[in-house]
């Protein structure tokens, strides 16, 4: 059974950083793509950033430029690194895969922007 456990988020001003991270489990994570989705109160989960197994990279336009999705797989974990982060950013973030079928998703971490 894939599991993924997201950590790192919290509470940041603007302008700020955090780095979060999923620490995947029961699958083969070298060979998958992972990803970064977030979703707001009242609003659909958007994908943020993907990475695939050869560690090519995809980003949200919104995010482009100020956040980057990295993979260590000797750890099975996956980064997002989020710089100059935005009131608009706040949200649940939530770490995702899709392995022979399946997709998993991991419980979400909260960022909060705010002065």
């Known amino acids: 059974q894939v599991q993924l456990v997201e950590s790192g988020g919290g509470l940041v001003q603007p302008g700020g950083s955090l780095k979060l991270s999923c620490v995947a489990s029961?699958?083969?994570?070298?060979?998958?793509?992972m990803a970064w989705y977030r979703q707001a109160p009242g609003k659909q989960r958007e994908l943020v950033a993907a990475?695939?197994?050869?560690?090519?990279?995809n980003y949200a336009d919104s995010v482009r430029g100020r956040f980057t999705i990295s993979r260590d797989n000797a750890k099975n974990t996956v980064y997002l690194q989020m710089n100059s982060l935005k009131p608009e950013d706040k949200a649940v973030y939530y770490c995702?895969?899709?392995?022979?079928?399946?997709?998993?998703w991991g419980q979400g971490t909260q960022v909060t922007v705010s002065s």
């Open positions: 995702n895969t899709f392995i022979t079928g399946t997709t998993y």
């Open positions: 029961g699958g083969i994570f070298s060979t998958s793509t």
């Open positions: 990475i695939s197994r050869l560690a090519s990279t």
